[in-house]
């Protein structure tokens, strides 16, 4: 596998939790 794909991926997996944690978080607070 590209690494540059490699890479892609984990950035976009750690983008993705973080704007999981962010709705939960808002979520929660309203």
């Known amino acids: 596998m590209n ?3 490699f890479i ?3 950035f976009l997996a750690y ?3 973080e ?3 962010k709705f939960k978080t808002d ?3 309203l």
Request: proline share 0%.
């Open 15 to 17: 983008l993705h939790c």
């Open 19 to 21: 704007l999981l944690i």
């Open 8 to 10: 892609l991926r984990i």
């Open 27 to 29: 979520h929660l607070s």
């Open 3 to 5: 690494i540059l794909v």
